[in-house]
């Protein structure tokens, strides 16, 4: 028969073994990325830290990313959106800590602290959504106008807020 303390060593070093890592196991290094843009229906670029595009499209649209840059290095990506080729906004995301990577702190994992989660990119984690803000009047396809008015017609509060030129 086996003993008890033998059983209790091995379901604990197995344990031990599984949870070294607890990023890697409870999450990806990479993550679909809902890609925005206000206004909509704008086409967009993903460029990675060596100026590469890896992404493009239309927003909005989902893309995977990953999070890992390097041995513990997060990843860091520039959104452009481009109206009629000319770029309108743009936001730089770079990936933040993953809460599960502490984990291998708590279960007392220091493969998975130094090794396993680093170099697999799972310390890190990409957000869900990324919103680029954009330069309405160059986004907008409304028509634009000038309207000429004389200082008669205009109410009181019109005239306290112009501003001489």
């Known amino acids: 028969m086996l003993n008890f303390s033998k059983i209790a060593i091995a379901t604990a070093s197995a344990a031990a073994l599984l949870l070294s890592s607890c990023a890697s196991i409870v999450s990806r290094a990479s993550r679909d990325v809902s890609i925005q843009s206000n206004p909509s229906g704008l086409s967009f670029s993903v460029i990675n830290k060596r100026g590469e595009t890896i ?10 990313l990953s999070a890992r840059g390097g041995y513990f290095v997060p990843a860091k990506y520039t959104i452009e959106v481009k109206r009629a080729g000319k770029v309108v ?41 990324i919103k680029v803000d954009t330069n309405s009047a160059l986004a907008s396809d409304g ?17 306290a807020s112009l501003v001489r030129l």
Request: aromatic share 6%; charged share 10%; no cysteine.
């Open 55 to 64: 992404h493009s499209g239309t927003t909005p649209q989902v893309v995977n």
């Open 143 to 159: 028509p634009r106008s000038l309207q000429l008015a004389s200082i008669e017609t205009l109410t009181p509060e019109q005239r």
């Open 89 to 129: 906004g743009s936001q730089t995301v770079t990936s933040s800590l993953n809460g599960w990577y502490a984990g291998n702190i708590i279960f007392g994992g220091l493969v998975g602290l130094i090794i396993v989660d680093p170099l697999t990119g799972a310390m890190y984690r990409m957000p869900s959504t």
